[in-house]
């Protein structure tokens, strides 16, 4: 992708800068990771502003969302039809708003909005209930989401309706120590992904992220760039699985 | 509150559109005259248009130029009357306007077509197929790239029609006229917007600039904060080009735009350094070594155990520092400058020692040629400067070890600080659950190992807090826990009491040793107060740990609990160590007496020797190793420092291999051939121990800072350590221990750590210190040798290096009549600052108090609110229910009415059905019926109805009735 031009215009670029928290080279690998998503559905040339949007199924599985247990939420809720179809402005967007330059405000705006699974604009028992089990994998038992669910209505309801409204919701989030120290951060991750894709510049390695694919079948090696020291490399962390809770077992 | 916002920017717009809207209308009136005469041109002269364009453009400004300023600002008057719905003056203006359309409106059609074809026809006439152009033009660029256009009336025209196309709606609001003159009109403009550009900025009026001013000035904020906003990037992108269009056309009309390069520079220049900061940020972070690895533990084992080696990390950063600098000022200048190996009797090893320096059991020692190297105090020259850097050996010496402590104080008080600040605001406890969360997933996790590990620890810390909440609610037998506490406290007492004896027991008996003399006695009694030292720090905290289970306490306070107890223990075990230490260096220093006095006897007797053979030899060549030598205790301190540190580390090690390693490996293997379920029985797998290994650490810091003063390589040695303990320490957490049975948040332990850290520094530094100060450094080895005190160093760079000047205030300053009064206002200021943040604290607490007092009332009035906004519309429910009822009564009753005196009415009442083709409204009929029959004897019920009507028994059986009557 050395030819800025054929991509996008300098207007378009410069609106997107001023749009987002992004600079023109982040644009453009975004660009380029949305490509590479459907290559055969996104063109290329975006000069015209063609329109064309990719399903839930294709964006979910990107690196930077695919542990996120609200995956499916947030692309949701960025997408115009709430169905979870993003066309490149709004994954544009859904990236700015997750990287780590985006204000606390505009983060909470977007938190609530994914939270609320029924979009009801409020955070009912329910939507509650769908959090907490998402993040704890179902591990808890059902007495003790109540408890938990109960508690945090209690504590950050200030109206007494029972549910969260936006206005509680940013009240108690814009108090929480660590919100925007670690929560809703694309942080080294995303830029790590994208410093990747940028460095590799064959086409067929920039296809797709050089180091979060998964081992080939063939055993051969993934290539792991110096950058990515926190992962560890497909081989061991088989490895690791396989020995690291040998002793754990009770 | 992003519909706040919205419609806040929403208004913003719309100042600017009423502005616009305003400039709009009456250039567009212009527009008309100008039609207008163009168009009688037209019609009359068409030929000559070419060449007289520029000429009649000028004669147009001529023509109208004078009271074109008038006739605006007239327009302008009206036009805000017509908003005001001044009805003469906009019939006025409406006439006015209709005549100028009716004039205009059906040229301009013909016009237009004329233009076409004229063109087509005569190619001749450029001008006219330039306009054409850029009609055309503009219409295409409509939607895309709009910049190409360099020239600046173009760019306007450009701006300006857009604008128009977003306000028609307030135009046609404004210009009430029929929407075939306003198409007429929108021509009208557009033609004449390409032809020429009216719009002079000078002509605005001082108020209009100011309005002109704002407006650009909050598209200007809109852009800057666009991205701030929670709109999808459709509408951004299409408000950000809007604005900027705005901004681009009345900023270069207000003057501003001069300015454009130097401010497209500053924006250019922010943003990069916004990207420069968030990269460095980023360097940053990548730079934290061992995150994943802790993040792995805390996933595991919560966050008490990841504590310990976020604390450990910490510590290696310090040491990492206190390396460097020991290593790069003290260390290597003298390995690279000073002098060689063997040149002086303090850098050889001595005679005696010859045979065994090579030895392992020596160098493990720190003997030898270890001994003699720069790895400790003795082996430095008292040269005053070295090598061809004339570096100052001696001075360097003493900052570095004066600047190691004093960077440890700051370190530690800073972080102790900003910890302190961190769970001042963070302490906050009132959305525990919610914050829990919300907050607890970590969007950058994208490892699905990790993820688990996250999955795990998020549950691990929601049944912390089920666990913490459940704690609070519960309460017991106080009395009992109260004694056992006490009994508990008894036996750590005892514990402290008998281990202190037993080391002083130890102590004693060792020097009793030393002063018999070390060699005639085994092994264990020469290294008896080094085990048994280790072995209490073994074996204490485990007693101790067993004596708290009495005490019932959360796990928190019990940690810190034993924190406590266990660094009465370590602090004991160290304090008698240093007595002894202090006891030796009096014996060396005595013993130093004797060698100086038998070295003056023996260099007279060499030199009396020689005399008597030789008298003009003086040059006599004696090796350095066999000159005899003081016994350098400031090498013998450092040597027990460096022993000590080893000593610890390996019982660490092998604690650690033995404890958790062996045991789990024991534990999981013979679990398959024994009699009892091992694993969840007796043995089981060992928990990591926090508050032993965190204060392992702590002590082994306070050693290093004691003895890094006499041996240089401690911070080497501690760091190598450390970094080995992470990596074995990490891998045994990992593999061998299990996580504790109740995991908990160490949220306030990490400023406790730095308590006792701080603590431990403090007490490090007073002996080190004492001994700087007030012991007279050996005479023939260390880079003090000769000074009658370690300090005097200062005093000598001070006379040899700097102006005299200098030292002369130097000697004022340290005067005490100077010094005294310092010290005092620095007390005073102490005190102050300590009493006003005191006071602050408390006003914090109170207002925290206060707000969360304030939350609980406005909960309470709110639910009350809610509850009573709930019963009455419950109550409101039920009487509309009522009501509906009633209704239905009424109607039923009145038509069972009407149903008995069917006879009589019924002609009358079918009319009205007829009419309306359902029932008539209950009052309706009423009146109808008052009105049409005679106020016989059931007038009673038309009371009735309004009042209750409810008539129960009466209605019933008529109901059925009803449907009967209307089918009639």
Same mark, same amino acid.
């Given at each position: 992708?050395?030819?800025?031009?054929?991509?996008?215009?300098?207007?378009?670029?410069?609106?997107?800068?001023?749009?987002?928290?992004?600079?023109?080279?982040?644009?453009?690998?975004?660009?380029?990771?949305?490509?590479?998503?459907?290559?055969?559905?996104?063109?290329?040339?975006?000069?015209?502003?063609?329109?064309?949007?990719?399903?839930?199924?294709?964006?979910?599985?990107m690196p930077e969302l695919k542990e996120n247990p609200?995956r499916?939420?947030?692309?949701?809720?960025?997408?115009?039809?709430?169905?979870?179809?993003?066309?490149?402005?709004?994954?544009?967007?859904?990236?700015?708003?997750?990287?780590?330059?985006?204000?606390?405000?505009?983060?909470?705006?977007?938190?609530?909005?994914?939270?609320?699974?029924?979009?009801?604009?409020?955070?009912?028992?329910?939507?509650?209930?769908?959090?907490?089990?998402?993040?704890?994998?179902?591990?808890?038992?059902?007495?003790?989401?109540?408890?938990?669910?109960?508690?945090?209505?209690?504590?950050?309801?200030?109206?007494?309706?029972?549910?969260?409204?936006?206005?509680?919701?940013?009240?108690?989030?814009?108090?929480?120590?660590?919100?925007?120290?670690?929560?809703?951060?694309?942080?080294?991750e995303?830029?790590?992904?994208?410093?990747?894709?940028?460095?590799?510049?064959?086409?067929?390695?920039?296809?797709?992220?050089?180091?979060c694919?998964?081992?080939?079948?063939?055993?051969?090696?993934?290539?792991?760039?110096?950058?990515?020291?926190?992962?560890?490399?497909?081989?061991?962390?088989?490895?690791?699985?396989?020995?690291?809770?040998?002793?754990?077992?009770? | 509150?992003?519909?706040?916002?919205?419609?806040?920017?929403?208004?913003?717009?719309?100042?600017?559109?009423?502005?616009?809207?305003?400039?709009?209308?009456?250039?567009?009136?212009?527009?008309?005259?100008?039609?207008?005469?163009?168009?009688?041109?037209?019609?009359?002269?068409?030929?000559?248009?070419?060449?007289?364009? +520029?000429?009649?453009?000028?004669?147009? =400004?001529? #023509? &109208?130029? *004078?009271? !074109? %300023?008038?006739? @605006?600002? $007239?327009? /302008?008057?009206?036009?805000?009357?017509?908003?005001?719905?001044?009805?003469?003056?906009?019939?006025?203006?409406?006439?006015?306007?209709?005549?100028?359309?009716?004039?205009?409106?059906?040229?301009?059609?013909?016009?237009?077509?004329?233009? +076409?074809?004229?063109?087509?026809?005569? =190619?001749? #006439? &450029?001008? *006219?197929? !330039? %306009?054409?152009? @850029?009609? $055309?033009? /503009?219409?295409?660029?409509?939607?895309?790239?709009?910049?190409?256009?360099?020239?600046?009336?173009?760019?306007?025209?450009?701006?300006?029609?857009?604008?128009?196309?977003?306000?028609?709606?307030?135009?046609?609001?404004?210009?009430?006229?029929?929407?075939?003159?306003?198409?007429?009109?929108? #021509?009208?403009?557009?033609? !004449?917007?390409?032809?020429?550009? $009216?719009? /002079?900025?000078?002509?605005?009026?001082?108020?209009?600039?100011?309005?002109?001013?704002?407006?650009?000035?909050?598209?200007?904020?809109?852009?800057?904060?666009?991205?701030?906003?929670?709109?999808?990037?459709?509408?951004?992108?299409?408000?950000?080009?809007?604005?900027?269009?705005?901004?681009?056309?009345?900023?270069?009309?207000?003057?501003?735009?001069?300015?454009?390069?130097?401010?497209?520079?500053?924006?250019?220049?922010?943003?990069?350094?916004?990207?420069?900061?968030?990269?460095?940020?980023?360097?940053?972070?990548?730079?934290?070594?061992?995150?994943?690895?802790?993040?792995?533990?805390?996933?595991?084992?919560?966050?008490?155990?990841?504590?310990?080696?976020?604390?450990?990390?910490?510590?290696?950063?310090?040491?990492?520092?206190?390396?460097?600098?020991?290593?790069?000022?003290?260390?290597?200048?003298?390995?690279?400058?000073?002098?060689?190996?063997?040149?002086?009797?303090?850098?050889?090893?001595?005679?005696?020692?010859?045979?065994?320096?090579?030895?392992?059991?020596?160098?493990?020692?720190?003997?030898?040629?270890?001994?003699?190297?720069?790895?400790?105090?003795?082996?430095?020259?008292?040269?005053?400067?070295?090598?061809?850097?004339?570096?100052?050996?001696?001075?360097?010496?003493?900052?570095?070890?004066?600047?190691?402590?004093?960077?440890?104080?700051?370190?530690?008080?800073?972080?102790?600080?900003?910890?302190?600040?961190?769970?001042?605001?963070?302490?906050?406890?009132?959305?525990?659950?919610?914050?829990?969360?919300?907050?607890?997933w970590d969007y950058l996790i994208g490892n699905p190992e990790t993820a688990d590990?996250k999955f795990?620890?998020?549950?691990?810390?929601?049944?912390?807090?089920?666990?913490?909440?459940?704690?609070?609610?519960?309460?017991?037998?106080?009395?009992?826990?109260?004694?056992?506490?006490?009994?508990?406290?008894?036996?750590?007492?005892?514990?402290?009491?008998?281990?202190?004896?037993?080391?002083?027991?130890?102590?004693?008996?060792?020097?009793?040793?030393?002063?018999?003399?070390?060699?005639?006695?085994?092994?264990?009694?020469?290294?008896?107060?080094?085990?048994?030292?280790?072995?209490?720090?073994?074996?204490?905290?485990?007693?101790?740990?067993?004596?708290?289970?009495?005490?019932?306490?959360?796990?928190?306070?019990?940690?810190?609990?034993?924190?406590?107890?266990?660094?009465?223990?370590?602090?004991?075990?160290?304090?008698?160590?240093?007595?002894?230490?202090?006891?030796?260096?009096?014996?060396?220093?005595?013993?130093?007496?004797?060698?100086?006095?038998?070295?003056?006897?023996?260099?007279?007797?060499?030199?009396?020797?020689?005399?008597?053979?030789?008298?003009?030899?003086?040059?006599?060549?004696?090796?350095?190793?066999?000159?005899?030598?003081?016994?350098?205790?400031?090498?013998?301190?450092?040597?027990?420092?460096?022993?000590?540190?080893?000593?610890?580390?390996?019982?660490?090690?092998?604690?650690?291999?033995?404890?958790?390693?062996?045991?789990?490996?024991?534990?999981?293997?013979?679990?398959?051939?024994?009699?009892?379920?091992?694993?969840?029985?007796?043995?089981?797998?060992?928990?990591?121990?926090?508050?032993?290994?965190?204060?392992?650490?702590?002590?082994?810091?306070?050693?290093?800072?004691?003895?890094?003063?006499?041996?240089?390589?401690?911070?080497?040695?501690?760091?190598?350590?450390?970094?080995?303990?992470?990596?074995?320490?990490?891998?045994?957490?990992?593999?061998?221990?299990?996580?504790?049975?109740?995991?908990?948040?160490?949220?306030?332990?990490?400023?406790?750590?730095?308590?006792?850290?701080?603590?431990?520094?403090?007490?490090?530094?007073?002996?080190?210190?004492?001994?700087?100060?007030?012991?007279?450094?050996?005479?023939?080895?260390?880079?003090?040798?000769?000074?009658?005190?370690?300090?005097?160093?200062?005093?000598?760079?001070?006379?040899?290096?700097?102006?005299?000047?200098?030292?002369?205030?130097?000697?004022?300053?340290?005067?005490?009549?100077?010094?005294?009064?310092?010290?005092?206002?620095?007390?005073?200021?102490?005190?102050?600052?300590?009493?006003?943040?005191?006071?602050?604290?408390?006003?914090?607490?109170?207002?925290?108090?206060?707000?969360?007092?304030?939350?609980?009332?406005?909960?309470?009035?709110?639910?009350?609110?809610?509850?009573?906004?709930?019963?009455?519309?419950?109550?409101?429910?039920?009487?509309?229910?009522?009501?509906?009822?009633?209704?239905?009564?009424?109607?039923?009753?009145?038509?069972?009415?009407?149903?008995?005196?069917?006879?009589?009415?019924?002609?009358?009442?079918?009319?009205?059905?007829?009419?309306?083709?359902?029932?008539?409204?209950?009052?309706?009929?009423?009146?109808?019926?008052?009105?049409?029959?005679?106020?016989?004897?059931?007038?009673?019920?038309?009371?009735?109805?309004?009042?209750?009507?409810?008539?129960?028994?009466?209605?019933?059986?008529?109901?059925?009735?009803?449907?009967?009557?209307?089918?009639?």
């Amino acid at each position: 992708m050395g030819n800025k031009q054929t991509i996008f215009t300098d207007e378009q670029l410069d609106a997107y800068q001023d749009c987002t928290f992004f600079t023109r080279k982040e644009i453009l690998r975004l660009h380029g990771r949305y490509h590479e998503l459907a290559p055969h559905l996104v063109p290329m040339d975006y000069t015209n502003e063609p329109d064309c949007k990719l399903p839930l199924a294709l964006i979910v599985n990107m690196p930077e969302l695919k542990e996120n247990p609200f995956r499916n939420r947030i692309v949701e809720s960025f997408s115009e039809d709430g169905m979870g179809n993003l066309s490149f402005n709004e994954f544009v967007d859904m990236f700015s708003v997750l990287s780590e330059m985006a204000p606390r405000e505009l983060k909470a705006i977007y938190a609530f909005k994914i939270y609320d699974f029924n979009v009801d604009n409020y955070l009912c028992k329910e939507d509650l209930e769908k959090t907490l089990n998402k993040l704890t994998k179902e591990e808890l038992t059902p007495e003790e989401v109540q408890l938990v669910c109960e508690k945090a209505i209690e504590e950050a309801d200030l109206d007494g309706d029972n549910k969260l409204s936006f206005a509680d919701f940013e009240n108690m989030i814009t108090r929480a120590p660590d919100f925007l120290r670690v929560v809703f951060h694309q942080r080294e991750e995303l830029f790590w992904h994208l410093l990747q894709d940028c460095c590799s510049i064959t086409p067929p390695a920039a296809s797709y992220c050089s180091y979060c694919r998964t081992a080939p079948p063939s055993g051969d090696p993934a290539p792991t760039h110096p950058l990515s020291l926190p992962h560890t490399p497909p081989s061991l962390r088989q490895q690791k699985k396989t020995t690291s809770p040998m002793l754990q077992l009770r | 509150m992003p519909r706040d916002s919205l419609i806040t920017s929403e208004d913003d717009i719309d100042v600017g559109l009423d502005l616009a809207g305003e400039d709009e209308v009456f250039s567009s009136n212009e527009g008309h005259e100008r039609e207008r005469h163009r168009g009688k041109r037209r019609d009359g002269d068409g030929e000559k248009k070419k060449r007289k364009k +520029r000429r009649r453009k000028g004669a147009h =400004r001529a #023509e &109208e130029g *004078e009271d !074109e %300023v008038q006739t @605006r600002h $007239e327009r /302008r008057e009206r036009e805000k009357r017509r908003r005001a719905k001044n009805d003469q003056e906009a019939k006025g203006r409406e006439r006015d306007e209709e005549e100028r359309v009716q004039t205009t409106s059906g040229k301009v059609a013909k016009t237009k077509k004329n233009i +076409r074809n004229e063109n087509t026809r005569r =190619r001749v #006439e &450029e001008e *006219e197929v !330039e %306009v054409e152009e @850029r009609l $055309e033009k /503009r219409k295409k660029k409509h939607g895309s790239a709009k910049k190409e256009e360099k020239k600046e009336d173009e760019g306007k025209q450009m701006v300006k029609e857009k604008e128009r196309e977003v306000k028609k709606k307030k135009h046609k609001k404004v210009v009430e006229t029929s929407s075939e003159q306003e198409t007429s009109e929108e #021509e009208d403009d557009k033609e !004449e917007d390409s032809k020429d550009e $009216e719009m /002079r900025p000078e002509c605005l009026t001082p108020e209009e600039l100011e309005k002109l001013k704002e407006a650009v000035d909050e598209r200007k904020k809109l852009i800057q904060s666009l991205r701030g906003k929670p709109w999808p990037m459709k509408k951004k992108l299409v408000t950000l080009r809007e604005s900027q269009e705005f901004v681009e056309k009345y900023e270069g009309a207000l003057g501003k735009g001069k300015g454009r390069k130097l401010y497209a520079y500053k924006v250019m220049m922010t943003k990069k350094w916004m990207k420069f900061q968030r990269d460095f940020e980023n360097f940053k972070t990548a730079c934290i070594p061992w995150e994943m690895k802790i993040k792995e533990i805390e996933s595991h084992f919560g966050s008490s155990v990841a504590s310990y080696f976020i604390f450990l990390r910490w510590m290696y950063g310090i040491n990492m520092i206190l390396f460097g600098l020991t290593f790069g000022l003290v260390m290597v200048p003298e390995a690279l400058m000073g002098r060689p190996y063997g040149s002086m009797p303090r850098k050889t090893v001595p005679r005696s020692e010859e045979t065994s320096a090579m030895d392992f059991a020596v160098l493990w020692d720190f003997g030898g040629y270890a001994q003699y190297s720069v790895l400790f105090y003795g082996f430095y020259n008292n040269q005053r400067a070295i090598g061809w850097l004339k570096f100052r050996m001696p001075l360097s010496y003493f900052l570095v070890g004066v600047g190691t402590v004093a960077y440890s104080y700051m370190v530690v008080i800073r972080t102790m600080a900003r910890n302190a600040n961190e769970s001042g605001v963070g302490d906050d406890n009132s959305f525990n659950f919610s914050w829990k969360m919300f907050t607890s997933w970590d969007y950058l996790i994208g490892n699905p190992e990790t993820a688990d590990n996250k999955f795990a620890s998020i549950t691990t810390s929601f049944k912390e807090a089920i666990l913490e909440e459940q704690e609070s609610h519960k309460d017991d037998n106080i009395h009992l826990t109260r004694f056992l506490r006490v009994l508990a406290n008894f036996l750590v007492l005892c514990c402290l009491a008998g281990s202190g004896y037993l080391i002083y027991f130890v102590v004693r008996r060792s020097q009793k040793f030393a002063l018999d003399g070390l060699e005639n006695h085994t092994w264990w009694e020469r290294n008896e107060v080094n085990m048994v030292m280790s072995l209490l720090g073994m074996f204490c905290p485990m007693l101790f740990d067993v004596i708290s289970t009495l005490e019932n306490y959360h796990p928190r306070v019990a940690l810190q609990w034993q924190l406590g107890r266990i660094f009465a223990l370590f602090l004991g075990n160290l304090y008698t160590f240093i007595i002894a230490l202090m006891d030796e260096i009096n014996l060396k220093r005595e013993e130093e007496k004797i060698v100086k006095f038998n070295i003056t006897t023996w260099e007279a007797s060499l030199y009396n020797g020689t005399i008597s053979e030789n008298s003009t030899a003086p040059s006599i060549t004696i090796n350095p190793a066999d000159v005899p030598r003081g016994p350098c205790w400031e090498t013998m301190v450092g040597q027990e420092f460096v022993r000590l540190i080893i000593s610890d580390t390996m019982t660490t090690y092998i604690t650690l291999l033995i404890g958790d390693f062996l045991r789990a490996v024991l534990v999981r293997f013979l679990n398959y051939c024994w009699c009892w379920d091992l694993e969840a029985g007796f043995p089981s797998y060992s928990e990591f121990d926090v508050s032993g290994n965190v204060l392992g650490l702590i002590f082994n810091q306070g050693m290093i800072w004691m003895g890094a003063f006499y041996a240089p390589c401690l911070p080497a040695l501690n760091v190598l350590r450390l970094h080995v303990s992470m990596y074995l320490q990490c891998w045994a957490v990992m593999c061998c221990n299990v996580p504790q049975e109740r995991v908990f948040k160490a949220s306030g332990s990490n400023n406790f750590y730095m308590a006792m850290l701080l603590v431990i520094l403090f007490l490090s530094t007073l002996p080190a210190i004492y001994t700087i100060v007030t012991i007279p450094p050996s005479f023939d080895c260390g880079p003090f040798s000769g000074k009658n005190r370690m300090f005097d160093v200062i005093h000598e760079t001070l006379e040899s290096d700097f102006p005299a000047w200098f030292s002369k205030v130097f000697s004022y300053a340290s005067n005490p009549g100077l010094v005294l009064p310092f010290i005092l206002l620095m007390v005073l200021a102490i005190y102050y600052l300590q009493s006003t943040s005191k006071s602050y604290r408390q006003a914090n607490v109170e207002l925290k108090k206060k707000l969360q007092t304030q939350n609980e009332e406005n909960k309470k009035k709110n639910k009350r609110a809610a509850l009573k906004a709930q019963m009455d519309l419950e109550e409101a429910r039920k009487a509309a229910s009522q009501a509906a009822e009633e209704q239905k009564n009424n109607n039923a009753s009145l038509q069972g009415q009407e149903a008995d005196e069917e006879e009589n009415y019924v002609s009358s009442h079918r009319l009205y059905h007829g009419k309306n083709g359902r029932n008539p409204p209950p009052m309706n009929g009423d009146r109808q019926l008052l009105a049409s029959r005679a106020p016989g004897p059931r007038t009673y019920h038309h009371g009735n109805h309004g009042a209750s009507g409810y008539l129960p028994g009466f209605s019933e059986p008529r109901m059925c009735r009803v449907p009967s009557l209307q089918r009639h």
